[in-house]
């Protein structure tokens, strides 16, 4: 039953979001680690449905329009081209030493490429939460971490847009590539008429609506709506959900709305973390695998995903005349994964492509450097203080 499996969902993330924040750590590994517990891993009382799955991502999709609603695009394009050099550069080395290590272990070209992808991508939440904590989150160092998160997402998708098109054709098709270019013109092309109609547009709604609540449904309604629109181009619906966000920075002034959606965002979104950690179920492998292999595998992914991000982002950082002991903090910082990565890897899962070693070697990645990262962020930035 739908309502007992979103009870059991919400009750036992809670609970786990609170223990970790306790003590110090990102909730968001708390709802991995109930649908760990609550999942065919350990417990057994939830299955994979699409109802759970339904859920999961409409919290996804308002949780990456709420980041883009919290943007500042005016400071970030102070520090753009750092940023996006940065992003490249941390790309290019993890994509390029994944993609290496799984050619290796004998996984096969589109499973090599899938995992390349998923390593590629920044989670800066986990950062932007040390930063913040620290007051340094408007320095040259905090802008740069959070324009490359952002550039490396959107080079994720591309890449998962034309890793897709692979993984279900067996080629790259040219009609895919042109839907790919002609999604991300459209959704591009919205974004810059609503922000730069936003203002306008959005008070003539609020003046004729009648609704207390119509700034909200408004919002939501271009956050999911543009969200519809890239996903029909073969985009993932993130990218979307961004956008709208971002062309709505400017005219969500109300304390009121965004409080509504922040409390909106944390019901909802445990719910795609929680069904991520659900899909893990390592007992369908367990006496089918090679545990040395299996633990060979897991460790080099995960310290390819580690490395490619500090050499990568930071050596890029040192090449931009930055500083080192800078260099080196921007590169610890964009190690955290647990965002548009794990969307990569539930897809790969769910599709066939990623085996569940390959997604739990994703899992740990994304614990490791969740974990160790604010206590590295923290000690780098102290050094550079003094």
């Known amino acids: 039953m739908i309502l007992v499996d979103l009870a059991i969902v919400i009750f036992m993330a809670k609970i786990l979001e609170e223990i970790l924040a306790r003590i110090g750590q990102p909730p968001i590994l708390g709802d991995l680690l109930a649908g760990i517990i609550v999942g065919p891993s350990i417990l057994g009382l939830i299955t994979v449905t699409h109802n759970v799955e339904v859920v999961g991502w409409l919290g996804i999709v308002i949780l990456i329009f709420l980041a883009g609603l919290e943007t500042d695009i005016d400071t970030a394009k102070k520090y753009g081209f750092d940023a996006i050099m940065v992003a490249l550069g941390g790309v290019a080395l993890t994509f390029g030493?994944?993609?290496?290590?799984?050619?290796?272990?004998?996984?096969?070209?589109?499973?090599?490429?899938?995992?390349?992808?998923?390593?590629?991508?920044?989670?800066?939440?986990?950062?932007?939460?040390?930063?913040l904590e620290l007051g340094v989150i408007r320095s040259r160092v905090g802008e740069i971490i959070l324009g490359a998160?952002?550039?490396?997402?959107?080079?994720?998708?591309?890449?998962?847009?034309?890793?897709?098109?692979?993984?279900?054709?067996?080629?790259?098709?040219?009609?895919?590539?042109?839907?790919?270019?002609?999604?991300?013109?459209?959704?591009?092309?919205?974004?810059?008429?609503?922000?730069?109609?936003?203002?306008?547009?959005?008070?003539?709604?609020?003046?004729?609506?009648?609704?207390?609540?119509?700034?909200?449904?408004?919002?939501?309604?271009?956050?999911?709506?543009?969200?519809?629109?890239?996903?029909?181009?073969?985009?993932?619906?993130?990218?979307?959900?961004?956008?709208?966000?971002?062309?709505?920075?400017?005219?969500?002034?109300?304390?009121?709305?965004?409080?509504?959606?922040?409390?909106?965002?944390?019901?909802?979104?445990?719910?795609?973390?929680?069904?991520?950690?659900?899909?893990?179920?390592?007992?369908?492998?367990?006496?089918?695998?090679?545990?040395?292999?299996?633990?060979?595998?897991?460790?080099?992914?995960?310290?390819?995903?580690?490395?490619?991000?500090?050499?990568?982002?930071?050596?890029?950082?040192?090449?931009?005349?930055?500083?080192?002991?800078?260099?080196?903090?921007?590169?610890?910082?964009?190690?955290?994964?647990?965002?548009v990565d794990l969307v990569i890897a539930v897809v790969g899962l769910t599709i066939g492509v990623l085996t569940m070693e390959l997604y739990l070697s994703a899992l740990i990645l994304i614990y490791v450097t969740s974990l160790s990262t604010p206590f590295i962020l923290k000690k780098l930035l102290s050094k550079i203080s003094a």
């Not at 490429?113 to 040390?130: D, K």
């Open 97 to 131: 030493l994944a993609f290496i290590i799984a050619l290796f272990f004998n996984y096969s070209l589109i499973t090599s490429l899938f995992i390349a992808t998923i390593l590629s991508p920044t989670s800066v939440s986990v950062t932007t939460m040390t930063l």
């Open 149 to 339: 998160a952002f550039a490396d997402d959107v080079i994720a998708m591309i890449l998962f847009a034309l890793v897709s098109s692979i993984a279900f054709y067996g080629e790259i098709r040219h009609e895919s590539i042109i839907m790919i270019s002609i999604g991300l013109a459209v959704i591009f092309s919205l974004f810059i008429i609503l922000y730069y109609s936003s203002n306008k547009l959005f008070n003539k709604l609020i003046m004729r609506s009648r609704l207390v609540d119509a700034p909200i449904i408004h919002l939501l309604m271009i956050g999911i709506g543009m969200s519809i629109i890239s996903a029909y181009f073969g985009l993932s619906p993130l990218p979307g959900a961004y956008l709208g966000g971002l062309a709505m920075s400017r005219v969500v002034k109300s304390a009121r709305t965004r409080d509504f959606l922040e409390i909106l965002v944390q019901i909802i979104s445990p719910f795609f973390f929680v069904y991520a950690g659900i899909l893990l179920n390592p007992w369908i492998v367990i006496g089918k695998i090679n545990l040395v292999e299996t633990i060979g595998v897991v460790l080099a992914i995960v310290a390819s995903g580690i490395v490619g991000k500090i050499v990568g982002c930071g050596g890029t950082a040192y090449l931009l005349r930055i500083d080192k002991k800078s260099s080196l903090t921007i590169g610890v910082g964009m190690m955290p994964r647990a965002g």
